[in-house]
């Protein structure tokens, strides 16, 4: 059975840093394109960033770029989101995700219908 598991969410002040993970069990973590979606109260999900298999490539939204930062660990089956300079505007449920049958470029984020396994999420909230 797969399991997708978010962690490390929380309240912080705009300007500050959180670092989230996200840890797989159950598939090999190395073979699935791995990315990190956002939801606030009444807006629709949002893609933020993907991550190649070999982690060589990745993407970022317009959004979040300059300020996040994604990665992953094949030897622990752990993804990463680093998110620095938060603003209250990131506030939101973070979700992660996984999918096998593309890869990302780093040119443009994979829509979420491609992913296949996801997380519960962690409340990311960034107060002013």
């Known amino acids: 059975q797969v399991q997708v598991v978010e962690s490390g969410g929380g309240l912080v002040q705009a300007g500050g840093s959180l670092r989230l993970s996200c840890t797989t069990s159950?598939?090999?973590?190395?073979?699935?394109?791995m990315g990190w979606f956002r939801q606030a109260p009444g807006k629709e999900r949002e893609g933020i960033s993907c991550i190649s298999r070999s982690g060589r490539d990745t993407y970022l939204s317009d959004s979040v770029k300059g300020r996040f930062t994604i990665s992953r660990d094949n030897t622990k089956n752990t993804l990463y989101l680093q998110m620095n300079s938060l603003k209250p505007e990131d506030t939101a449920m973070y979700y992660c995700a996984a999918q096998q049958y593309g890869d990302c470029s780093g040119s443009e984020m994979i829509p979420d219908y491609m992913f296949h396994f996801w997380g519960q999420g962690t409340q990311v909230t960034v107060s002013s």
């Open positions: 159950g598939l090999t973590f190395g073979d699935y394109t």
